[in-house]
Structures are given as C-alpha cells and as structure tokens.
C-alpha cells in the first residue's frame, strides 16, 4: 500500500529532501513516469487547469503526511501560498534512490522552474495523445500560451530528455 509513497519519498530526499510546491511535485512525478518508469504502479493523469495533475498522488502525498513520511508545510511569499512538501520519515528505504536514470533524472528536474516544468510536462501529454509539430504547438499556445517565454527552453529540455528533435514551425 505505501510503496509509491516511500518511492516519492526518496523522490524527494533526490530533490534536496524537498520539493517547493505542490504543481512541481505534480509535474516532476509526471515527467519521471512518463520518461523513467520507475512505478510499479503507475498514476494515474488527467489534464487540469495548470496541466497534468494526478488527484491519487495528491491523496497519497496527504497519506504520506498522515503517517508521518513526508510533511506538507505553507510558506507565503509575495502574497502567494506555497507549499514545501519534505521527507520526515527516511525508514523502509523504495532501492529508486540506486537507480542512476532516476537519480539523474529528478536533480534535473528539481532544478527547473515549475513553469518550465509545466510546460515540459505539456509536451509530453500532447505528444502522448498523438499531436506533434504544428498541432503541438498550436495545443500549446491554446492552453500554455501565457506560458509562451518558457516554450524554448520546455523544448530544449524535451529534446534533451527524449533526444528527440522538435521543430516549432512560427518562431
């Protein structure tokens, strides 16, 4: 039952032993399945307002903190709420944290910008449904487009990440 808590856990402790806020969790966890497949039993994404989201990580998050795993603590900054999900409980180690993909993988990904990532994250779910160049792009600008200036560098990352070369057509 808690096995892909403690792996977000040791997630996490690869993050720097925190993740601030909850939507780069939601995209480093998304991206890190889509790519390394390291769950046995994968979550389950839809597409929600800020993007991917996966209403079962955030109830297993909320899990991890009730059994004391990970907490959850509020941080205001510039008149906005942000949340720090930390490691508290570094018992019944997941072994992810041996996998050198994964380990690469997230301190990479930890370093983003969260907007970065959501646009990252975009990506991949599109071309998951089956669109690509122009069609891609235009899905893009329809729901990220006030995410616009972070497309370069989402699509850089992608390419980097995948090794697969991506053309945005109107640049």
Not at 48 to 58: I, K, M, P, T
Not at 89 to 96: E, K, L, P, R, Y
Not at 114 to 120: F, G, H, K, P, W
């Amino acid at each position: 039952m808690l096995e892909n808590i403690y792996m977000v856990r040791d997630i996490i402790n690869l993050a720097g032993g925190q993740i601030k806020g909850r939507k780069k969790m939601q995209k480093i966890i998304y991206i890190l399945q889509q790519l390394a497949k390291p769950f046995r039993k994968p979550y389950e994404f839809r597409w929600n307002f800020y993007g991917v989201y996966s209403d079962e990580l955030a109830s297993e998050l909320n899990v991890g903190e009730i059994f004391g795993i990970l907490r959850e603590r509020c941080l205001e900054e510039h008149g906005y709420r942000t949340f720090i999900i930390e490691t508290v409980d570094n018992s019944n180690a997941s072994g992810i944290e041996k996998d050198e993909q994964v380990k690469q993988l997230v301190t990479y990904l930890a370093a983003k910008e969260s907007r970065v990532l959501e646009v990252l994250s975009s990506i991949i779910f599109f071309k998951d449904q089956g669109y690509a160049d122009a069609a891609l792009e235009e899905k893009l600008h329809v729901f990220k487009g006030h995410l616009a200036s972070f497309f370069d560098e989402a699509f850089t990352t992608y390419n980097e990440l995948t090794g697969v070369r991506l053309k945005l057509e109107s640049r």
